[in-house]
Every structure is written in structure tokens, then in C-alpha cells.
């Protein structure tokens, strides 16, 4: 099973972060590999979106489809 780690942060109240990492929308999702930002996502996102965003930083050789199912089956 791949591994995620999710951070949230309240804009009002995390200035530092809002710098450093140049948010100028709220919602955004900042996306990261091995410390270093590779992709900013604006606005809601669909599960199907995040879904495939999400996948293509996934090994290749690895299927996870039976996780995203068990993840997604109540949607």
C-alpha cells in the first residue's frame, strides 16, 4: 500500500507557510518528492482528479488499483 502523508494548514493562521511555499488561492494542494514541491493543484478536486494526480507519482510496476478501490467504494 503506498504511502501518503497529508498536511493541512489554515492560511489565517500559518503566515510562514503561506511565504514559503507562495500559496496565493485557498484551496490548493501542494504536492511533494523528496522535500521539494513537484506539482500545485487550485480549487476543489474531484476524487477521480486527485485519483490520477496522485497515481502518476506511483511506481509504475506497482498496482495499487485494489487500494483505490477499497479507498473510493463509498463514493
Do not use: C, H
Not at 39 to 51: A, I, N, V
Amino acid at each position: 500500500m503506498p504511502k501518503f502523508t497529508i498536511y493541512k494548514s489554515i492560511v489565517d493562521y500559518s503566515p510562514k507557510l503561506v511565504n514559503k511555499y507562495q500559496v496565493s488561492s485557498a484551496p490548493s494542494i501542494k504536492l511533494f518528492v523528496e522535500g521539494e514541491v513537484v506539482q500545485t493543484l487550485f480549487g476543489m478536486r474531484s476524487p477521480d482528479d486527485l485519483y490520477y494526480t496522485l497515481k502518476s507519482y506511483l511506481k509504475q510496476e506497482e498496482d495499487y488499483s485494489s487500494v483505490w478501490g477499497e479507498l473510493l467504494k463509498d463514493q
